[in-house]
């Protein structure tokens, strides 16, 4: 089956240091969602990627997703305590089920 | 804002017993999803519903699980005989429109723990 993978599974920094995680499907994804989850939390949607090669910024968070359709990225500048959680990748399958990726945790020291 | 809300926050039961969670997904969204995720793991898609029956369902969702919308807010997930590896976190959501191509609303989940 449709296998989405992320890098790093854990990720330590600093606070003010940035971060970045990778995020790979096997199968073309018709569109990427990203979403966070905080300790104890509930995933919540950050934003969705349609095109191939598009790139959206919220404040300072930075998403991508790949020219094939089969990767994306979230790049975080200037980390705060406030950015701590798991992020995750998300898609539909062709298969018509919706994969989330398998996260990366970020903790960020002050 | 508008929220889903999920009962109970925590369930326990034991092995071989039925439990039913229950979700209210927000008034206007016309999809509704269930999700599980086994403590430090990824989210799982389970199922989705629309127009009043199933529209996906992953591997995970097999004759053990039923859902149900019996009236026009509740949302219910229903596990006939519950297993030990039953035991995760249920996420119900919904959306607004378009299964997948749209933001999901995620509620606070349900720990269901079976012994």
């Known amino acids: 089956g449709q296998q989405v993978m992320q890098i790093p599974q854990y990720q330590h920094v600093q606070e003010g240091e940035d971060f970045t995680t990778y995020c790979n499907s096997s199968?073309?994804?018709?569109?990427i969602q990203w979403y966070k989850q905080r300790p104890g939390g509930h995933p919540v949607f950050l934003i969705q990627?349609?095109?191939?090669?598009e790139v959206k910024k919220q404040k300072r968070l930075t998403f991508q997703f790949g020219e094939a359709k089969k990767n994306s990225s979230l790049h975080i500048t200037a980390t705060q305590t406030t950015d701590v959680g798991t992020y995750f990748c998300?898609?539909?399958?062709?298969?018509?089920?919706?994969?989330f990726g398998t996260g990366t945790s970020l903790t960020v020291i002050p | 804002e508008p929220e889903v809300t999920q009962t109970p926050s925590h369930q326990v039961t034991q092995m071989g017993q039925e439990v039913i969670l229950r979700c209210v997904p927000i008034?206007?969204?016309?999809?509704f999803y269930w999700y599980r995720q086994i403590l430090g793991q990824k989210v799982e898609f389970l199922v989705s519903?629309?127009?009043?029956?199933?529209?996906?369902k992953s591997e995970i969702f097999d004759d053990q699980f039923s859902v149900e919308r019996p009236d026009g807010s509740n949302f219910t997930l229903k596990i006939r005989s519950t297993k030990l590896e039953d035991s995760a976190m249920y996420f119900c959501?919904?959306?607004?429109?378009?299964?997948?191509?749209?933001?999901?609303?995620f509620g606070p989940g349900t720990r269901l723990t079976v012994t």
């Open positions: 519903f629309y127009n009043n029956e199933i529209s996906e």
């Open positions: 008034s206007n969204h016309l999809y």
């Open positions: 199968t073309t994804l018709s569109n």
């Open positions: 998300a898609g539909p399958s062709t298969g018509n089920q919706f994969y």
């Open positions: 990627l349609v095109k191939s090669g």
């Open positions: 959501a919904s959306s607004e429109w378009n299964r997948f191509s749209y933001e999901q609303y």
